[in-house]
Nanobody, 117 residues
């Protein structure tokens, strides 16, 4: 069972990135999927989540309408489209899979996003 996140990189203030997280070894369509981020020296923050049926939840304090989470169950992949990136978005971004109870039980390794000013 594995979650592999990718798509991070070094971008400039105002740019966009799309993160992807592909799952293997689990019934992907049965899990809610979430994105979290952790900046150096800070706690991990919830960013966004999408349920098995496509319902979405966002940390509005972080996202402010700039990020969109989506999923493709046929591809076992969840995405995080990030627009209007800011230097404060710099962090390692993780994807995670949650059970029906909302407990995140499986975590990917993370992908680094760095936004320069």
């Amino acid at each position: 069972v594995q979650l592999q996140a990718c798509g991070g990189g070094l971008v400039q203030d105002g740019d966009s990135l799309r993160l992807s997280c592909q799952a293997s070894g689990l019934t992907f369509s049965s899990y809610a999927m979430g994105w979290f981020r952790q900046a150096t020296g800070k706690e991990r923050d919830f960013v966004a989540a999408i349920g098995w049926n496509g319902g979405t939840t966002y940390n509005t304090m972080i996202v402010k309408g700039r990020f969109t989470v989506s999923r493709d169950n046929a591809m076992n992949t969840v995405y995080l489209q990030m627009d209007s990136l800011k230097p404060e978005d710099t962090a390692v971004y993780y994807c995670a899979a949650a059970t029906d109870g909302g407990n995140y039980v499986l975590w990917g390794r993370g992908t680094q996003v760095t936004v320069s000013s």
